[in-house]
């Protein structure tokens, strides 16, 4: 195989050592950030399991599903790099072993191998490096970041590794570096930093062929002098490589200290480029957080509680709409699958959020959260299945629809208020068959949303397979409730309000999926902004 890479372009590979859940998404992000304000940044993500996906599993066992707006279901470290780097991923940059041998099987039974036996080493590692640069030229990429998953030594990420290793001899040598982000653990005994683990995992990189250019150190202090020589000593580094990872109440801190610590001093050495920094906005927003002014609790009521990796983005967009309204948010996790006493559970909340979900659990728990949230004036934004419970709970308390649901949980329900969606019926593969990715909608002029969006036309990201029944539609806006956004053909309800009230708001799509530190999400914001009168009360 001939492998053509475009000559300026330049490469950076991070691999994880000691524990997962340092946080290389966020490191690569960070690095990926620093650059963007000159070059073209495209980060990839490489995922060991062979789920061509992450979108058919459950996000206890691997975070939120993100999505993009081409549709792609994909690992949520993506959505660190939307937005740190404020741009649109596409799904192919996001590799997993499910694609990886679903696309060899597919060429070994076309024939591409004919006469060979097909091997890890070199079809598979070959197929791993076409597809980062087919990427790479595809996007005309100046700088692509590669973020392979797991930690170095995981069985299931040794191809990449390889691919990774293999990658210097064919972009050039001047033209990549090698990141390891690790862990210093200070134990409680000793009460100093240790490098052994460090040592331990760098051993397994160069074992594989690797040495790092860059090393990360996640710590719960600044790396001292002391450490930083040791490891620089142990790991064949330069002193000024080893930089602090440090542990953070707010992510968006983190490319301000890799700064500090001088990443663009060394990637721009070790890569040849010239980096030009662009940070006041985003320095005046991460003081803001430091130094809010005022404080609101919000609640986020759902069945996935137990990780809260699963609703990573919608904690994000809290913090974006908290930096520019000068508050602070506390979020509060509520199971709704084992609620007690709810109203007493939400006296002290000033808003709440009904995130996306799937299935019977926790449902009627939302229910009595949405119907506390209409009686009591609490500002309520409900997200997809919380548009969708929201229409429940008014079809059955105000519209006066006994036992209306969706048929999502039952089938047999008299008023089925929210119904499949009518391409979805004949759909029988589960994997990637949703409807998803961004659709546009059409606001209506005098609403609370239209005024949050300040624009007609909007578009979000989508993920679900049912809807409010169009049957419905009359009923529903007969006794209050006001569809603030339509699909553009009108069939589909995107936005609800209620105008008697002041935020009870849903949304079809997932406008946290859009938010950024430097632009929140519309109705992040309008959750946040209503929860301060509310706390004022
Ligand atoms: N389960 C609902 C549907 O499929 C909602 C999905 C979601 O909240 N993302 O339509």
Redesign the pocket.
Known sequence: MIFFSMPKMKWIVLTGGVLSGLGKGIASASIGMLLSSKYKIIPIKCDGYLNVDPGTMNPIEHGEVYVLEDGGEVDMDFGHYERFLGINCKSEWNLTMGKVFDTIRKKERRGDYLGKTVQYIPHVTNLIIEWWLSVARKEKAEVVLIEIGGTIGDIENELYVEAARQLKKIVGEQNIMYAHLTYIPIPACVNEQKSKPTQQSINILRERGITPDLIIGRSAEMLTDEIKNKIATFCDVKKEAVISGLDVDNIYKIPLIFEQEGVSKIVSKELNIKVKLKLKKWKGLVKNLDSPEKKVRIAICGKYTRLEDSYASIVEALKHASAHLKCKVEINFVETSKLGDIRKELEKIDGVII????GERGVEGKIEVIKCCRETRKPLLG????L?LSVVEFARNVCGLKNANTT?INEKTPYTVIDILPEQKNVLEKGGT?RLGAYPAVLQKDTKIFDLYKNANVSERH?????VNPEYHEILQRNGMVFSGMSPDRKLVEFIELKNHPYFVGCQG?PELKSTLLKPAPLFYGLVSAAMIKNQQ
Do not use: A, L, N
Not at 355 to 358: D, K, L, M, Q, V
Not at 463 to 467: F, G, S
């Open positions: 995130p996306g979900g799937f997200i997809c299945y919380g969708q999502e949703m993920r679900h397979r049912y809807e997932h």
